[in-house]
T-cell receptor
Framework: AQSVTQLDSQVPVFEEAPVELRCNYSSSVSVYLFWYVQYPNQGLQLLLKYLSGSTLVESINGFEAEFNKSQTSFHLRKPSVHISDTAEYFCAVSDIGTGGGNKLTFGTGTQLKVEL | DVKVTQSSRYLVKRTGEKVFLECVQDMDHENMFWYRQDPGLGLRLIYFSYDVKMKEKGDIPEGYSVSREKKERFSLILESASTNQTSMYLC???????????FGEGSWLTVV
């Protein structure tokens, strides 16, 4: 069985400051890793994903995450946040090749609050 | 553009009522999922389906059932709603061999 730990339930940060949202996972097999974002009163949107290849993946709005296999981590970073980044961020993991629909296991979420 | 539509955004139901939550996707995806989202607990998988009339239990199936009569539609059923089923319910879909799951906007259910 796999699990995901997001240690920080809330992260307050000032606009234009850097931010890191932490994610650690456990799994006995190889995994795919994801970050989803949820804006208020909306569903989840895929932010970025790691499937294979380069361990550093980027999103179109300036976020990046690095897969670290030895530390079983997939932390999300942004060098300079904007007010519009205020949202809840979920880390998720999927076992590779388990079939049955690529089920995702989610972390408990991190609420990013960007302040002026 | 990818579209997963949940027909009801906000519902209020009474304890003991039978509740249907409907979800439709227009992407010809084989997989469909129902998740429940609660503060501090993240998203938990209730049921998923990888084909018409096929279903598998997720992590918290108790008190729920599902129906998938057509490929594009996946219904979540609460046979007898209880107050502890008050929650946000999220439907999602993906290709069978795909690795990206697309979510609907969510259905807020309050059971009183």
């Amino acid at each position: 069985a796999q699990s995901v730990t997001q240690l920080d339930s809330q992260v307050p940060v000032f606009e234009e400051a850097p931010v890191e949202l932490r994610c650690n996972y456990s799994s006995s097999v190889s995994v795919y890793l994801f970050w989803y974002v949820q804006y208020p009163n909306q569903g989840l949107q895929l932010l970025l994903k790691y499937l294979s290849g380069s361990t550093l993946v980027e999103s179109i709005n300036g976020f990046e995450a690095e897969f670290n296999k030895s530390q079983t981590s997939f932390h999300l970073r942004k060098p300079s946040v904007h007010i519009s980044d205020t949202a809840e961020y979920f880390c998720a993991v999927s076992d590779i090749g388990t079939g049955g629909g690529n089920k995702l296991t989610f972390g408990t979420g991190t609420q990013l609050k960007v302040e002026l | 553009d990818v579209k997963v539509t949940q027909s009801s955004r906000y519902l209020v139901k009474r304890t003991g009522e039978k509740v249907f939550l409907e979800c439709v996707q227009d992407m010809d995806h084989e997989n469909m999922f129902w998740y429940r989202q609660d503060p501090g607990l993240g998203l938990r998988l209730i049921y998923f389906s990888y084909d018409v009339k096929m279903k598998e239990k997720g992590d918290i199936p108790e008190g729920y059932s599902v129906s998938r009569e057509k490929k594009e539609r996946f219904s979540l059923i609460l046979e007898s709603a209880s107050t502890n089923q008050t929650s946000m319910y999220l439907c999602a879909s993906s290709f069978l061999a795909g690795n990206t799951i697309y979510f609907g906007e969510g259905s807020w259910l309050t059971v009183v």
